[in-house]
């Protein structure tokens, strides 16, 4: 009898705990070296409920133990394991990005909507945070997509073309729209310098003269400034090796090329530390773009994406849009303006509040 009542309490006290400390799995791009998903894991972990207990998907599981040294590490490239995973939580959250989109990868949508509809069959909670949605490049994509989300327990958007397409869906599922996470960073003020900061990325939006055309415009202004330059590998797998393609189809001048130094960090702090002492950030990237910004950095953005130009509109950062660049001296008289001119730290403070948001949904969801 006395075994039994010590079995009956063990039981009781581990239905306690399991009640007050709930596992979520949290899905998103992470552990990739891409800088700008590692922050938005580690927003997400910040604003994440005391009694949720994180089980994180990713590749590299040392970028997650730095951030989260007791969260369970899953295997993002793993469909099966993160699918066994499903079984064993108590929620689902697609942790910021623009997850749900075909633009980068048909087979990348299928993961997630996967992983979705496997939760909702389960009876686990799916909630988005802090997403995109699209861009979609095939009708199947967009149904699929419209379709699952219908079933969803909450959903925050960090912009208004995706909040809006939301809208037009008539999605049943508690939403709100905010500026991107990564924004409730810490902000700081800029500390001047001497370097211009490069955050470039490949993209077929830009062919050899594309190119071509911004390294002549960040040629003029060098000629001006005399500065270094430093090149930062944001997504360090995809922009490594920009510059060696471009100085291999001859685009690299001896003058840029003497002046050019590479960097690629694991660490949020070195990056703010390198926008914090640049004369000039031209970012590609829309984090690069918030970072640069939280800094203090004089920034003008290079838009591949309506998600950069939004952000920048919104910060009132001056960018140019790949699609349609102007001519070589206006682009080199636009950014020469900005150099040494840091941002409106009031109207940075006013986006960071209105970021916090967010964190509405993952209450809402998990109360």
């Known amino acids: 009898m006395v075994a039994v009542n010590l079995l009956c309490s063990y039981c009781l006290a581990m239905a ?5 400390c709930k596992a979520v799995l949290l899905c998103g791009y992470y552990g990739e070296h891409n800088l700008g998903d590692d922050a938005l894991l580690q927003v997400l972990l910040q604003e ?31 469909l099966l394991e993160t699918i066994r995973a499903l079984f064993q939580v108590q929620g689902l959250i697609l942790g910021g990005g623009s997850l749900l989109q075909d633009s980068t990868s048909f087979k990348s949508l299928i993961y997630y909507l996967i992983l979705i509809v496997i939760a909702q069959q389960l009876g686990v909670p799916v909630v988005l945070w802090g997403q995109g949605l699209g861009p979609f490049r095939h009708h199947l994509s967009r149904w699929m997509v ?95 090796q920009l ?31 390198q926008f914090s002492m640049a004369r000039l950030v031209l970012p590609m990237r829309l984090h690069a773009l918030i970072l640069a910004q939280l800094a203090g950095s004089p920034t003008v953005a290079l838009s591949y994406d309506p998600k950069v130009s939004s952000a920048a509109v919104m910060a009132n950062v001056p960018f140019t849009d790949l699609q349609s660049l102007p001519d070589i001296r206006l682009l080199a008289g636009l950014w020469r303006q900005a150099l040494d001119v840091s941002p409106d730290l009031g109207k940075i403070e006013a986006i960071r509040k209105q970021a916090s948001q967010h964190s509405k949904i993952l209450d809402k969801a998990f109360d």
């Open 48 to 78: 994440l409920p005391s009694h949720l207990q994180p089980w994180i998907t990713a590749n590299d599981s040392n970028v997650i133990k730095a951030l989260a040294p007791k969260a369970q590490v899953i295997n993002r490239r793993s």
């Open 146 to 240: 419209r379709r699952v989300l219908r079933r969803v327990q909450a959903i925050s958007w960090r912009d208004p073309e995706s909040f809006q397409l939301a809208q037009r869906w008539c999605l049943p599922s508690p939403m709100l729209m905010a500026p991107d996470p990564v924004w409730q960073l810490p902000s700081r003020r800029w500390q001047g310098g001497q370097a211009v900061v490069l955050c470039w990325r490949p993209t077929s939006m830009l062919d050899h003269f594309g190119w071509q055309h911004l390294l002549q415009a960040l040629e003029i202004i060098l000629k001006d400034i005399d500065a270094p330059v430093h090149w930062l590998a944001f997504h360090q797998r995809q922009d490594e």
């Open 243 to 273: 510059f060696r393609q471009l100085d291999r189809q001859g685009l690299i001048s001896s003058s840029l090329r003497s002046r050019s130094h590479f960097f690629a960090f694991d660490s949020l702090t070195d990056v703010m530390n």
């Open 16 to 20: 306690v705990q399991a009640m007050q």
